[in-house]
């Protein structure tokens, strides 16, 4: 039941039924992309190298799929996936590209923190701003350890901590050349004006985590835009990216 959610939980299912309507336009052209691109700035999966290269007969899971391109660009390729996104408006829209594409696969309104699933269900288990942005991950990171068989695969992308450490409080306000807030202690992040929850850890915090969860820590990719990368996000500028990382992607498995 609802009311039986995390408040962060409930507060982010709110908002985000709120903000869907932003997102089915981003849908409409993920869907229809011939190649995956990733995160703000649309790197190409030629370029980041993102997935895993041997997805055929694999069960995945998308923690926080929203319009769940992520989720179709794994089918495509031959997995057997099943995305989880807490808001149902954002759902709505992926049925919807389900039906115009003609691809279907299982689209659950869950609390990616605390999944319906027996252990050891699925081999890869993926994240873009989704859970890894909007969960706790001290729930969530070991919810997907529980989910994964022995050496499965996490793979998230999410804003980068050097960048939550630059990026003013203020709405629209682009991140700028100096610390604004501690590097300590980082955890929940509520914005001035914006009912969602955010959650960033530093990176100590991230491997220390992902190591007491089972897992290996494989790779941390650092995303730097092209020089003619576009964004319609304001809290970043492409001068920004070029010369700090404005993302990141964490690729780590678990433990056999």
Not at 13 to 40: F, K, L
Not at 153 to 173: H, I, K, Q, W, Y
Not at 213 to 233: K, Q
């Amino acid at each position: 039941m609802p009311s039986e959610l995390p408040e962060h939980v409930r507060r982010n299912r709110a908002v985000w039924d709120t903000w869907a309507a932003q997102y089915v336009a981003p849908a409409e052209e993920n869907w229809a992309a011939t190649e995956p691109s990733w995160g703000i700035w649309s790197i190409p999966e030629s370029r980041l190298g993102v997935l895993p290269d041997d997805l055929a007969g694999k069960d995945a899971l998308e923690l926080g799929c929203g319009t769940a391109y992520v989720s179709a660009w794994l089918a495509r390729r031959g997995a057997r996936v099943v995305g989880v996104d807490n808001s149902a408006v954002q759902l709505e829209t992926a049925r919807r590209m389900q039906v115009q594409h003609g691809l279907e696969f299982p689209l659950l309104h869950e609390n990616a923190e605390a999944l319906p699933y027996a252990s050891e269900t699925f081999d890869v288990v993926i994240s873009e701003y989704g859970a890894c942005l909007w969960g706790d991950p001290y729930r969530w990171v070991p919810e997907a350890a529980r989910l994964l068989r022995p050496g499965g695969r996490l793979t998230f992308l999410t804003n980068s901590f050097l960048l939550m450490l630059c990026v003013p409080a203020e709405d629209g306000a682009a991140a700028t050349d100096r610390l604004l807030r501690p590097a300590f202690d980082m955890h929940r992040v509520e914005w001035p004006g914006d009912d969602g929850v955010e959650f960033h850890l530093a990176h100590g915090d991230w491997i220390r985590l992902l190591r007491r969860s089972g897992f290996d820590v494989e790779d941390l990719i650092e995303v730097r835009p092209d020089a003619d990368a576009t964004t319609r996000y304001p809290f970043v500028s492409l001068d920004w990216a070029r010369q700090w990382p404005c993302e990141e992607v964490w690729k780590a498995r678990k433990r056999e």
